[in-house]
């Protein structure tokens, strides 16, 4: 009895590591969806400015700001979906710890598989959401042109 609640116990610690690390996809998922509700907004914004103005160089301009604004949501949509699929994985680690123990089944090779894959849909999701924000800082030079 002793000595399986020891086991239990090394299992627990090392599953709080992958626990952190969900945390921080979880901090990282609120950042990138407050980002989207407010590059939707702004695109609301942007596309009722389109009918109302007449003068070309601006409704150029303006067009080039909304076509980055969709490209910026097409990226941080895709973002999320890597993170929350990383997110996933961390979890099937987690989970996969605990089975492999209870089951007394061999599984060291699938939860190493699943954490480097976690991680890798980790490193995509942090690649797009720094295209993103270059992106987003790209547009404001843009902005200087025409001021409102």
């Known amino acids: 009895m002793e000595n399986s609640v020891q086991l239990l116990a090394s299992i627990i610690q090392l599953a709080v590591a992958p626990v952190f690390l969900l945390a921080g996809i979880a901090g990282f998922l609120?950042?990138?969806?407050?980002?989207?509700?407010?590059?939707?907004?702004?695109?609301?914004?942007?596309?009722?400015?389109?009918?109302?103005?007449?003068?070309?160089?601006?409704?150029?301009?303006?067009?080039?700001?909304?076509?980055?604004?969709?490209r910026r949501v097409h990226l941080i949509n895709w973002s999320i979906g890597m993170c929350t699929a990383?997110?996933?994985?961390?979890?099937?680690?987690?989970?996969?710890?605990?089975?492999?123990?209870l089951w007394d089944l061999h599984i060291a090779e699938v939860v190493i598989s699943l954490f480097i894959l976690a991680l890798l849909l980790l490193i995509i999701a942090l690649v797009l959401f720094l295209k993103e924000v270059q992106l987003a800082t790209r547009i404001l030079h843009v902005g200087r042109e025409f001021p409102n």
């Open 30 to 70: 609120n950042v990138m969806s407050g980002r989207l509700g407010r590059i939707v907004d702004r695109a609301r914004i942007v596309e009722v400015r389109v009918s109302t103005i007449k003068e070309e160089p601006r409704l150029s301009m303006i067009r080039i700001e909304l076509r980055t604004l969709w």
């Open 86 to 101: 990383s997110g996933l994985l961390v979890c099937s680690v987690i989970v996969s710890l605990f089975v492999g123990h």
